[in-house]
Each structure stands twice: as structure tokens, then as C-alpha cells.
């Protein structure tokens, strides 16, 4: 396994005070996988105190102990932050993931420690002085063979988010749940563990899903065969039909938004709410993944707007069109969700979306709306024209007549205004 330059010279520090640095977690998981390593987590065996960790990582770089008492430190190096921790074990004393009763034991062996973890492909370690991969729970094995397993009942139950991370592994890794995992996540939904999660952590994890897995509808399949599809507002009352057009938009919406384009996150909910029928129900899902209001506002505004997409491909003055929906939400980011609509509906492509989204370009409006020609300064600078309520009514008239092309600069719009065409 190749490591950083500097893990290597900790570890050999290390072994001077007879402790031994392990690789652990997902870095040893993606290793196989062939996937790129961005982050490494380390555990420490041999040490009593955290302190000696502390004062050996200091003289290298940085460190930062925001989780000292739970044996965690933060390493930081040319740029680089790693996690150094002692190995521990959890025990579940009350609700929520905060209900655990933290046990820190630098004399503990791996496969000890390594148990706590949800699944045997994240409870792998590689050994940096023996340059050797460990595996208690056969991890490497499950992976060749493309299962997903839980390591312990009792630990993997305590903590009920991991139902939801095993999903989107599955979905994110080509990966199949195996039976005995299958059937303890039904259990636990039976028994409403679910219901402890609060939503912040379950929508870390549909954000990855989302955003990472090149088939999303691969993890929504499992989530409704392990019976949590009840906890989404609305997607767990679609029909058969439309619940197989949101499947097929998202695996469609992935494939679009493929190179992670900014706004992804919303294009992705976007396509799961297109079937729904009023925007309370928009609301209903996405307020229950977040309370984030920008996010809701902006799903929201692509449900209710995405439809015209279609209508305008047969509209007979599409530059009016498209810069009257321009006001609204972004044309490229409405395109894109009438394309998968499309795709999921027909199985063809939207052939019209390209056209839209060139006279899009040629309007200036791809992304917004054009500038009002007019406000209300200039109509003060206009004879027999005083502060009024009625300004924003004189003003929205201009507008209009702006985006149907009928005024090209501000000099027509002013003239507009002179000859008082606005009172027609």
C-alpha cells in the first residue's frame, strides 16, 4: 500500500516507544476497490496515553485536539490532515448516535477494535511497519465477491444510520447485501430504530448516494425492500409506473451531472421529486431531508418550472419563451431535468433541449434573467412622473414587453413609456 512519505516516518517513531501505527477504515476498503485514497485514518496500538501520541505527531507538524478525550488527535501536514486514533470500543447507553459510552484502550489487539466497525469492508487495517494487510472478519474476501456484510449483530444495531450508509455503499460500490444483514435491517426498522436519526445524518448519507453512486436507484430499490421507504414523504405512495420513472431519472440525472457540476445536489433531488403532483409534497420530502431553505427553494422552483421545458420545444416564438422562463430558474439546470423527465418517459433523447439551450446563450439568459431595461429612477427623470405606487406596475408592463422582444434597448423602452404604450 503506498503511504504518505510522513506515515511512514511516524510509524518508525512510533515503534521506538514499542506502539505500531494501523491504516484503518475506508482508506484500506478503497485501496482494494481501486478507487483514489483521499483520506487516511489511523489507529495507534502500544500506548497508554494519548499524550505520548500527542508529543510524537508535534514534532512532525501540527495537531489539533478537538477529539483528545475520545482518543482522537488531528494531524496536520504540508496541507494534509490525518486522524490519529487510539483504538476503543463503544457501548450503546441511551438514544441517538451521542448515546454510546466511549472506552479508549491502547493495549487492545485489532481484531478487538475492530469489531465496533459496521461491515467487514471497513474493518481492514494495513499494518505500516509489517507492510502487512490485516482482515479478522474477511473483508478482502467480501469484496471480491462484491457482498456487503455486517460484522457484529449487537454493534451493528446500535447505531440504526448504518441501515441507511449500507445502502448507499451498495449502491456507490456494486456491492449486494448479504441476507444477514438484510434481515437485521428489516428488524430494525420493525422496531422504529430509524426513527432516533436525526435528519442531518440521514441526509449525509442520501448525499452520497445521490452524488457518488453511478446508479442511485440501485440504493433507493434496497432502501424499499428493507420496508425504511416508509419514512420518505410521498415517494413511498407512488405507483408502480411513476415510481420506475423516478428510478430511471435519477440513474439518468447521474449520468448528466457525471463531472460533480456544482449544483448537483439539486439537480439529483429534482429529478427524485419530478413525479410529485403539488409543491406542499416537493416540500414534504426535501423538508424532511433539510432545513435548508435555499435548497428547498431552489427544488421547488425546478419542479414547478422544469414542465415548460417541454412546452416550449413546440412553441412557435421560443426566444420569448425561453427568456419569459428565464425569470423564473436557471435554463441550463431546467434543460437538464426536462431531459431525464424525457428520457425516463419515452426512452429517447430531448432532442429539442439543444436548441432550447442555444437560443438560451444567444439571449444572454442561460443562467438568468435579463436586466429590466428600465427602474424606477428613469421614470422619475421622465416629465409628468412623480413617486408612485403605481411604478411597479408601469415598470413589470416594460418588462414584459422586454422579454417578448418588443423592446430591444432602454431608448425603445424609454419611448415605450412617452408615447404611453404601457396604458394599453
Known sequence: MNLPSILHTISDDLQKQHAKVIVVGGSVRDYFL???IKD???????????????????KYGKVKLVGKSFGVLKFVYEGEEYDFAFPRTERKTGSGHRGFDITVDGTMDFQSAARRRDFTINAMGYDIAEKRFLDPFGGRKDLEEKILRHID???????????YRGVQFCARFGLSMHASTKMLCRKMVEEGMLEELPKERIFDEIKKLLLQAKRPSVGFVLIKELGALRYFPVLYTLH???WQQTLQRLDIMAELTNERIERALVLMLSALVYSFQSEEEVRALIGWLSDEVKLITSVVLLWRYSRRVLEIAGSEDIDTAVRKLSVHADISELVLVAKAAYRAQTGRDFEAAEQILKRAKVLGVLHSAPKPFLQGRDLLQLPGFSPSPKFKEILDKVYEVQLEGRIKTKEEALMFIKKGEYLK
Open 34 to 36: 481501486g478507487l483514489p
Open 40 to 58: 487516511y485514518d489511523l489507529e495507534v496500538y502500544g500506548l497508554n496515553r494519548v499524550e505520548t501520541l500527542e508529543k510524537v505527531l508535534a
Open 153 to 163: 449483530d449487537n454493534t451493528f444495531t446500535e447505531d440504526p444510520l448504518r441501515l
Open 240 to 242: 408502480e409506473t411513476p
